[in-house]
């Protein structure tokens, strides 16, 4: 069993950054792919970005790109989403996700674990 926790939500203004952290234990997670996702208010969960569990490759969301970064630091069973130059509809809860996998998967039913979820919330 794997348990993930996500920190480092808030409110920021259009424009800023936050860095999101996902901390896992539990069974060993160094060798899981990871995955954030996001569900904004009457809207579908959405990928956002997923990183691979050797850190060899990453993947993200049109909407993000050049703007986000995925990474993790295996020695601290950690992910990280850094994300700069937030916009009002980055606003959603974001969620990490964990998966017993070699490949970055879209799709969030291909996720084995998932943590609780941090607000994010972008003002104009």
């Known amino acids: 069993q794997v348990q993930l926790e996500e920190s480092g939500g808030g409110l920021v203004q259009a424009g800023g950054a936050l860095r999101l952290s996902c901390a896992a234990s539990g069974r060993t997670t160094s060798s899981y792919t990871t995955g954030w996702f996001r569900q904004a208010p009457g809207k579908e969960r959405e990928f956002v970005a997923g990183?691979?569990?050797?850190?060899?490759?990453?993947f993200y969301a049109d909407s993000v790109k050049g703007r986000f970064t995925i990474s993790r630091e295996n020695a601290r069973n950690t992910v990280y989403l850094q994300m700069n130059a937030l916009k009002p509809e980055d606003t959603a809860v974001y969620y990490c996700?964990?998966?017993?996998?070699?490949?970055?998967?879209?799709?969030?039913?291909?996720?084995?674990?998932w943590g609780q979820g941090t607000q994010v919330t972008v003002s104009s």
């Open positions: 990183i691979t569990w050797n850190a060899g490759s990453t």
């Open positions: 996700a964990a998966a017993s996998s070699w490949v970055v998967s879209y799709r969030g039913r291909n996720y084995d674990y």
